[in-house]
């Protein structure tokens, strides 16, 4: 059962990541971020719901959309904001703009690729690490419903399980692979697929919050238990473009006020609200909170230098 | 080890002198491990690695399934989380299947996050042309050249297998470790102990004074054989073997190049695009003043390189070739 105060905690934490990517694209507006920006909109429920189970410990190939995975994992939201800005205050320390490569190993925050279907190989190997460790750590790996027909998604999904791999592999299926809709390009369900591999494969409904946290927290048992892994597919749904500038031309007439109307921090909150957890007044208060947060972690972010020549240099 | 009781105890062939690095690295230190196809029980397909599964076990000698993206992928992740992974490509012609992982993630990891984690890999590729078709026979190390995080070692004898591939291990950095499979089968004295050579220093596998030859993996051999030649028509020629391309050595080859004027640059990879590119042009920018005579590339041809043995020798650079090219510039 999840405690009325874990279930306040998803609230404030969805609205921060929310917050966090206002914020974001204020900073793109004025023109401070070199670098395009894929939204998170819409789909926060599913890092919140699934990285709030995990440890300091456990490690985590975050996807490209929205910086949600990171917030929750627990980065410094001013060394995020410089990273988009790529002055010398990010993580990266100016190498970032906006899809920065975020690490910390301290954090299990094993940084991303650029080209889709990177993580699972990656994560497969961290999984195995975690076992030739003697450790109980656990790997998560996030993805879209587009990159689950990257080949690296059967190497990695096939060694995963006959190795019984600490891995629970997260997908986001959110209708869309950039333009293409999943029915043109996925053949079956992703979640079918554990079948195939033996392991046991979970939908859930990536609007809510909770159900992807009670599914991926027993996954994490699973994991933990030397079970093995679980493909866990989460249906969700993004509210704005592939990018920002995407035209969207490929949507369907009313699909998007359809899922608007599952938006996961609104229905959650209201869910809140109706179950008598907390009040309106108290989640506003919490709102307002996270709003000061948020700004207050920008503009520390803004103040800054940009790098010089020597950067380019380091860290090769 | 499939030891041969016949030899020497401080003589050991190329793939031997692979698995007593292995074994040592595995002994020494328990975050190592290896794994590829073939790799366990079989003993790898060239037999680098033959007895290591008996000895240390199915838990750090692992046989993986025939998936090289995950191969080296899933070695970064172990990487990156506390591990030194030596991970084998089977074929160094399987570089193209994992490339994206090779080229894009374990050489570029650490700098695209911000110097956050070290890379401490190696990936193991046989290469050079064998006798397995066109994918297999592949010299692909220039192809590194700009996977600018990565190192790029290329051993040629026995002793510079064991001591470059303990090294790398150590190293923590990535390190793409090319051995050339025809070297499999030499034998050479590897000293005793505890035998480590540094990664980026450039030997001078036989010292002359005439015309300098640069030359990595089996056309060191070839090198040495056109020496012999040589010598007798009073040619002497200096050997420089770089041991590998990144680092590159260029105060040994510089040094080589300043006595002797006159260079010969012999790999097996096709010219067009081979790394003697890069190194002729490197001692053209810097050093053009002290050339006496052209700098000469000795490479395959430009060419698909055919699976037949019989055309394969049209193709392939061989002591011939170096003699040529020196007698040409001497």
């Not at chain 1, 990656?122 to 109980?136: L, N």
């Not at chain 1, 689950?148 to 399980?161: C, Q």
């Not at chain 2, 750090?60 to 991970?87: H, K, M, N, W, Y």
């Not at chain 2, 570029?108 to 193991?124: A, E, I, L, Q, S």
């Amino acid at each position: 059962m999840v405690t009325n105060q874990q279930q306040v905690k998803f609230y404030e934490d969805m609205v921060r990541v929310m917050l966090w990517e206002q914020r974001a694209m204020r900073l793109m507006q004025e023109g401070k971020v070199l670098a395009g920006y894929h939204s998170g909109r819409g789909q926060e429920a599913i890092p919140v719901g699934a990285i709030t189970p995990l440890r300091d410990s456990d490690c985590i190939m975050y996807a490209h959309r929205g910086f949600g995975y990171t917030i929750q994992k627990g980065m410094s939201m001013v060394d995020m904001f410089a990273d988009l800005m790529a002055n010398v205050g990010g993580s990266t320390g100016g190498l970032g703009a906006g899809i920065p490569h975020f690490a910390d190993p301290k954090l299990g925050i094993l940084g991303q690729g650029g080209t889709l279907g990177t993580c699972f190989p990656i994560a497969a190997g961290a999984g195995f690490s975690a076992k030739y460790r003697g450790t109980d750590e656990v790997t998560i790996c996030f993805f879209g419903d587009g990159t689950s027909n990257r080949g690296t998604f059967h190497e990695a999904l096939n060694v995963a399980s006959i190795w019984k791999l600490p891995v629970i592999w997260i997908c986001e299926n959110n209708r869309y692979a950039v333009s293409v809709p999943s029915e043109k390009s996925t053949a079956g369900r992703i979640v079918d697929r554990a079948i195939g591999y033996g392991i046991p494969g979970r939908s859930v409904d990536g609007m809510d919050v909770v159900s992807v946290y009670e599914e991926v927290t027993e996954a994490i048992d699973r994991a933990r238990s030397g079970e093995g892994p679980t493909l866990i597919e989460a249906e969700c749904y993004r509210f704005r473009g592939h990018h920002e500038g995407d035209p969207q031309v490929y949507r369907e007439d009313g699909e998007i006020d359809e899922w608007r109307r599952r938006d996961p921090i609104e229905s959650h909150r209201q869910r809140l609200i109706d179950n008598e957890v907390a009040a309106a007044e108290q989640l506003d208060g919490l709102q307002a909170q996270m709003a000061s947060e948020v700004e207050l972690a920008a503009q520390e972010a803004e103040n800054f230098p940009m790098p010089g020549p020597e950067r380019v240099f380091q860290g090769v | 080890m499939s030891d041969d009781s016949n030899a020497p105890l401080n003589v050991r062939t190329f793939s031997q002198a692979i698995s007593d690095a292995l074994d040592e690295e595995l002994a020494r230190d328990d975050s190592v491990f290896i794994w590829g196809e073939d790799i366990g029980t079989y003993g790898g397909i060239y037999g680098a690695t033959g007895g290591l599964f008996e000895k240390h076990g199915p838990e750090r000698v692992i046989d993986t399934p025939i998936s090289e993206t995950f191969i080296v992928g899933g070695g970064l992740g172990a990487a990156l989380t506390g591990l030194r992974p030596v991970v084998e490509l089977q074929s160094g012609g399987y570089f193209g299947i994992a490339m994206d992982e090779l080229y894009n993630k374990v050489a570029r990891w650490r700098y695209m996050h911000g110097g956050k984690f070290t890379v401490p890999m190696v990936v193991r590729l046989p290469e050079g042309a064998k006798g397995a078709g066109q994918e297999h026979d592949v010299s692909p190390e220039a192809l590194f050249l700009s996977a600018f995080g990565a190192e790029i070692v290329i051993p040629s004898t026995p002793a510079d297998a064991k001591g470059l591939l303990k090294s790398a291990i150590r190293d923590d950095r990535p390190v793409l470790f090319f051995e050339h499979a025809v070297l499999y089968a030499t034998s050479g004295p590897i000293p005793p102990g505890d035998h480590l050579v540094p990664i980026g220093v450039a030997d001078i596998k036989r010292p002359g004074s005439d015309v300098t030859v640069i030359a990595w993996s089996r056309m060191v051999i070839e090198a040495l054989k056109a020496a012999e030649e040589l010598d007798s028509e009073g040619i002497d020629i200096e050997v420089v073997d770089p041991r590998g391309l990144r680092p590159l050595d260029k105060d040994t080859i510089f040094e080589s190049v300043e006595k002797t004027g006159r260079v010969v640059i012999a790999h097996e990879a096709p010219k067009t695009g081979g790394a003697g590119g890069e190194v002729a042009a490197i001692i053209a920018e810097e050093m053009i003043e002290c050339l006496e005579a052209p700098i000469v590339r000795v490479a395959s041809k430009d060419v698909t390189l055919p699976q037949s043995r019989h055309l394969q020798q049209y193709v392939l650079p061989q002591a011939a070739q170096i003699v040529d090219a020196v007698r040409s510039i001497s």
